[in-house]
């Protein structure tokens, strides 16, 4: 979309609430082959990036050897104007130093803004984060403003790029994660609410478009998710609707390669869940445990670890795996940290087993929805179905894995 509007001769400007996301954009509008400058400061770029910042792109503008000469000169009379000398100087001559080195910085400040502007001018796309730097746009305005994973951001954080725009698209999946919003009166006020969300509640279809072929996933790893929350209306590109890890250069032909999904109950096993100590975040030490052993048997099978990753809905159980794991390429991480990532195999660790069928912010049906669309070719849950069962939505996904054949008990597993 942003590639026909260019062709078209039109302005765009590109936006994502965080950084990750609009180094996404960012290096596929780069590998478009597309004239873009990346606005923010470098240190919150990608270092692959860097070449593509504004500030990179200033330093190699041919008004920057100009610039860089005058602030020597600069900086020269204002040390000599500093200086104290046996000789009298000539009455008046430092103030006189010291005004012509203002002017020059004033000349600077000039010549840095022309070299600023001529980059944005000149630039198919700008790229920045939502909370852009209006400072260095002016008062420009733009054809096409996009905004990705919009569904991340408060409706307030839109309001910036939203305001340059003719012509306005929103991206994102509102079936997904929501925007961070720490203060809970905050939330209860609505502002949780993603203005990408609240605009499909208000004209729903009338201004909605889906796409609805995906290109990640195996049929029976989508299928969960696109009944739960997409009407069934998704579909499988032929070239992954089937796909298995044994497919894989070096990958053996095994049951745990040929299965697309697979889930592991932990119901009776006594794998409690605990409080971290000193902390307030939850932890399931066996069930841990058999993620490693996961991880190893994928490993065993060929598979490499960068191509797996494991989400933990909880910091504690997070920390423990990455402290723990055999391969510090396998990506560990939280729900929300894996957020528009995917890998060949995904192993979810629901953590949650008690008594009393507490399962916290398990019940978030958008962030289980992230989750389990992770994965390519493997997703494996483990969980403790006597906990998490009495919460619909997972009631449902338990009887969906059943159907499919993927339901198996820890005391299938060696060594349980």
Same mark, same amino acid.
């Given at each position: 979309?942003?590639?026909?509007?260019? !062709?078209?001769?039109?302005?765009?400007?590109?936006?994502?609430?965080?950084?990750?996301?609009?180094?996404?954009?960012?290096?596929?509008?780069?590998?478009?082959?597309?004239?873009?400058?990346?606005?923010?400061?470098?240190?919150?770029?990608?270092?692959?990036?860097?070449?593509?910042?504004?500030?990179?792109?200033?330093?190699?503008?041919?008004? &920057?050897?100009?610039? $860089?000469?005058?602030q020597r000169e600069a900086d020269g009379?204002?040390?000599?104007?500093?200086?104290?000398?046996?000789?009298?100087?000539?009455? *008046?001559?430092? $103030?006189?130093?010291?005004?012509? /080195?203002? =002017?020059?910085?004033?000349?600077?400040?000039?010549?840095?803004?022309?070299?600023?502007?001529?980059?944005?001018?000149? /630039?198919?796309?700008?790229?920045?984060?939502? &909370?852009?730097?209006?400072?260095?746009?002016?008062?420009?305005?733009?054809?096409?403003?996009?905004?990705?994973? !919009?569904?991340?951001?408060?409706?307030?954080g839109c309001w910036m790029p939203v305001?340059? /725009?003719?012509?306005?698209?929103?991206? *994102?999946?509102?079936?997904?994660?929501?925007?961070?919003?720490?203060?809970?009166? /905050?939330?209860?006020?609505?502002?949780?609410?993603?203005?990408?969300?609240?605009?499909?509640?208000?004209?729903?279809?009338?201004?909605?478009?889906?796409?609805?072929?995906?290109?990640?996933?195996?049929?029976?790893?989508?299928?969960?998710?696109?009944?739960?929350?997409?009407?069934? #209306?998704?579909?499988?590109?032929?070239? @992954?609707? *089937?796909?298995?890890?044994?497919?894989?250069?070096? @990958?053996?032909?095994?049951?745990?390669?040929?299965?697309?999904?697979?889930?592991?109950?932990?119901?009776?096993?006594?794998?409690?869940?605990?409080?971290?100590?000193?902390?307030?975040?939850?932890?399931?030490?066996?069930?841990?445990?058999?993620?490693?052993?996961?991880?190893?048997?994928?490993?065993?099978?060929?598979?490499?670890?960068?191509?797996?990753?494991?989400?933990?809905?909880?910091? !504690?159980?997070?920390?423990?795996?990455?402290?723990? #794991?055999?391969?510090?390429?396998?990506?560990?991480?939280?729900?929300?940290?894996?957020?528009?990532?995917?890998?060949?195999?995904?192993?979810?660790?629901?953590?949650?087993?008690?008594?009393?069928?507490?399962?916290?912010?398990?019940?978030?049906?958008? =962030?289980?929805?992230?989750?389990?669309?992770?994965?390519?070719?493997?997703?494996?849950?483990?969980?403790?179905?006597?906990?998490?069962?009495?919460?619909?939505?997972? !009631?449902?996904?338990?009887?969906?894995?059943? #159907?499919? *054949?993927?339901?198996?008990?820890?005391?299938?597993?060696?060594?349980?």
């Amino acid at each position: 979309m942003i590639c026909q509007a260019i !062709a078209k001769g039109q302005k765009v400007l590109a936006c994502a609430p965080s950084n990750t996301a609009v180094d996404n954009l960012l290096e596929k509008l780069v590998d478009a082959r597309q004239k873009v400058v990346r606005l923010g400061h470098p240190a919150r770029v990608s270092t692959r990036l860097h070449d593509y910042t504004l500030d990179a792109q200033v330093a190699r503008h041919e008004l &920057t050897t100009l610039i $860089r000469e005058m602030q020597r000169e600069a900086d020269g009379l204002f040390r000599q104007a500093g200086k104290f000398t046996r000789a009298k100087p000539v009455h *008046g001559a430092k $103030r006189e130093m010291r005004q012509e /080195a203002k =002017r020059l910085k004033t000349d600077i400040r000039m010549l840095e803004q022309q070299a600023i502007d001529s980059i944005i001018d000149n /630039a198919d796309v700008v790229c920045a984060t939502t &909370t852009l730097d209006e400072s260095l746009l002016g008062d420009r305005r733009f054809d096409l403003v996009v905004i990705d994973e !919009a569904c991340q951001s408060t409706e307030p954080g839109c309001w910036m790029p939203v305001l340059r /725009a003719d012509r306005l698209v929103l991206a *994102g999946d509102h079936c997904q994660l929501p925007p961070t919003v720490l203060s809970k009166q /905050a939330a209860k006020e609505g502002l949780e609410v993603s203005l990408l969300e609240r605009l499909v509640g208000l004209y729903g279809d009338r201004i909605t478009r889906r796409l609805d072929v995906q290109y990640r996933m195996h049929d029976q790893i989508m299928n969960f998710s696109s009944e739960q929350f997409y009407e069934g #209306s998704l579909r499988s590109h032929d070239s @992954v609707s *089937g796909h298995l890890l044994s497919e894989l250069e070096h @990958v053996d032909e095994l049951l745990l390669t040929i299965e697309p999904v697979t889930f592991i109950d932990s119901a009776g096993a006594g794998w409690d869940e605990e409080l971290e100590p000193d902390g307030l975040s939850k932890r399931n030490l066996q069930e841990a445990d058999l993620v490693l052993r996961k991880i190893t048997e994928l490993q065993a099978a060929g598979l490499r670890g960068r191509d797996i990753a494991v989400i933990a809905p909880y910091a !504690a159980q997070v920390r423990w795996l990455r402290q723990n #794991s055999p391969d510090e390429r396998v990506e560990i991480d939280t729900v929300d940290g894996f957020q528009g990532r995917e890998k060949e195999a995904v192993i979810i660790s629901l953590v949650r087993s008690n008594a009393d069928g507490e399962i916290g912010f398990l019940s978030d049906a958008r =962030r289980m929805n992230v989750a389990l669309t992770r994965a390519r070719r493997k997703l494996i849950v483990i969980g403790d179905s006597a906990t998490v069962g009495g919460n619909d939505f997972f !009631a449902a996904l338990l009887e969906y894995f059943e #159907s499919i *054949g993927a339901y198996h008990t820890v005391w299938e597993e060696h060594g349980t």
